[in-house]
């Protein structure tokens, strides 16, 4: 069913639609026992005036318009996804089973303690299995994603210095930081104060020292860092902070590198988040559902959001009072619980050697990327690096192609492109992120792929520059599609007339 040549959505109306006509129906319902409502006495001002612009097809005609638009879509089913700092992996079935199953999915979240158990108990067994993960001592399961993890822990910081008389306001962040740091910083009433890392790309002590005084609320720090190395000062970094009466805010982003291997708690850091869409398999991407739940350390419970799981005479409670110094709750009901589920059955089935392999295995294929990628591509940061790998367009600039036509042009090697022009600091970075889902197969076509590409830069540019060429649309114009975007579809004044949802015009493909 061809359609918008800019949205790959074909909604039309009646007599106008490509399939269809009218009085065709999928649905074979009675109306003999249903009473006669008047719409006008029942909706007033609200009725409708004229019937709604929808088509009329049958079962097989809409399940295959749909079934076709997924088709049209990119997801981790279907290949690849190499997003750095996203870590874009596999989301095992047997989650999905897991969540489906009707004790969990029928659930309503205003019923009772006492008919909900099984669910609490499984919040309470997740937060102590994410907890000796990450090396914390509680774990709080409300953040829907990790921004709001991250909002959560600056609040629950903010409200440990006010409890200890104090009000420092700066936030220490480097500039390998994730670019949610600051914001999350500024919605605190704090300030952020970026610092540069070392030459070798990680943090050091000596560098950091000039920036710390006693107006420091805390250190931000991600740890693997966004270029993909490890932070080997971390214990010396948090006894400088710590010194200072500042804590240490580790941003999980990155624990795919670390689980079962290293414990952010244990290297000094007070709280973090830890995405569960992102290191526990949990769906990812398209703006949720996520989840960010915050471990911290004992002192930070008083502040911890509420309300909390407790197991109380072998029975589990949600317990909403006993924490006056909370930061309160941060959005409705306990959280996106169907992810915790995902979550928990994952760290069931995988148990602790599973985790530790699945933490080898994701460096293992980050720096088989790095080596590889390195015949060709720049690698600024060339050493060892965690679960993803930098790398840059330096050799290609002769020829006029950029690392957002190398973007674009993977697209029609069937690879999803990786993350673009991020970190910061390196110049036309393109940041790669394997995980350990990926075959070393897989790997040697996205490395393929790639030394086609630099070779098509150097041969046939304009090739590479109008990119992607097989795709169902080419090239838009993304600039116009997010400053001038079309949010609603309208039918078009002439049968079979593409209409725009992207604020341009694009080739239309078949």
């Known amino acids: 069913m061809p359609g918008s ?62 079934v076709r638009l997924s088709q049209q879509n990119f997801a981790i089913d279907t290949g690849m996804y190499p997003l750095g700092s996203c870590t874009m992996k596999y989301n095992p079935k047997v989650n999905e089973w897991a969540a489906r199953l009707p004790g969990f999915a029928d659930l309503h979240p205003y019923m009772p303690d006492d008919l909900v158990q099984g669910a ?81 790309g990680i943090v050091s002590p000596d560098g950091l020292a000039p920036f710390i005084g006693d107006d420091v609320a805390a250190l931000m720090l991600t740890n693997p860092n966004t270029v993909g190395l490890f932070e ?76 909390v799981v407790e197991q109380r005479d072998g029975r589990f409670v949600l317990d909403h009072g006993s924490r006056p110094a909370s930061i309160g709750r941060l959005r409705s009901f306990q959280g996106n619980f169907g992810m915790m589920v995902r979550a928990y059955t994952y760290l069931r089935e995988m148990g602790a050697e599973g985790l530790k ?24 940061y060339d050493t060892i690096c965690m679960h993803e790998v930098v790398i840059s367009d330096r050799h290609l600039r002769q020829t006029g ?23 910061l600091v390196v110049k036309g970075a393109m940041l790669i992120e394997p995980t350990e889902t990926e075959s ?9 792929a790639m030394q086609s590409i ?24 993304e600039t116009r599609a997010a400053r001038k975007p079309v949010l609603r579809w309208t039918a078009p004044e002439t049968p079979h007339e593409p209409s725009s949802a992207s604020g341009e015009t694009a080739e239309k493909r078949p």
Not at 12 to 36: C, K, V, W, Y
Not at 415 to 422: C, D, G, K, L, R
């Open 120 to 200: 609490l108990e499984l919040m309470w067994r997740l937060e102590r299995g994410l907890a000796e993960v990450c090396g914390m001592d509680r774990v709080s399961l409300h953040p829907a994603a990790g921004a709001q993890g991250e909002l959560a822990g600056l609040m629950m910081i903010r409200a440990h210095h006010h409890a200890q008389g104090r009000d420092p306001k700066k936030v220490l962040i480097p500039d390998t930081a994730h670019g949610t740091n600051p914001a999350s910083c500024a919605l605190n009433g704090l300030r952020a104060i970026p610092f540069p890392v070392g030459e070798d």
């Open 440 to 448: 070393m197969q897989t790997l040697d076509e996205f490395v393929e």
């Open 232 to 307: 080997a000062h971390m214990t010396e970094i948090a006894e400088l902070i710590h010194a200072k009466g500042g804590l240490v805010y580790g941003d999980g982003a990155n624990l795919n590198a670390l689980m079962g291997k290293a414990r952010p708690g244990d290297l000094g850091i007070d709280l973090m988040q830890l995405n569960l869409h992102k290191t526990f398999t949990t769906p990812h991407g398209g703006g949720g559902p996520g989840c960010g739940p915050v471990g911290y350390k004992a002192f930070l419970d008083p502040y911890a959001p509420v309300p």
């Open 454 to 477: 630099s070779d098509e830069a150097s041969s046939s540019p304009d090739l590479v520059k109008t990119a992607p060429q097989v795709t169902r649309l080419r090239r838009l114009d």
């Open 5 to 66: 040549a800019t949205s790959g959505l074909c909604f039309q109306p009646p007599l106008i639609f490509e399939q269809g006509s009218p009085h065709r129906t999928a649905a074979s319902l009675t109306t003999d026992d249903l009473p006669t409502v008047d719409p006008k006495a029942a909706l007033g001002s609200m009725a409708r005036k004229n019937a709604p612009m929808l088509p009329e097809v049958s079962e097989p005609e809409a399940v295959r318009h749909y």
């Open 357 to 380: 392999r699945a933490t080898e295995l994701a460096v293992l294929n980050a720096n088989y990327l790095r080596a590889r990628l390195g015949e060709t591509w720049h690698v600024p």
């Open 401 to 423: 192609v950029t690392t957002m036509d190398v973007a674009k042009r993977l697209m029609d090697y069937g690879f999803h492109p990786p993350t673009v022009y991020f970190p």
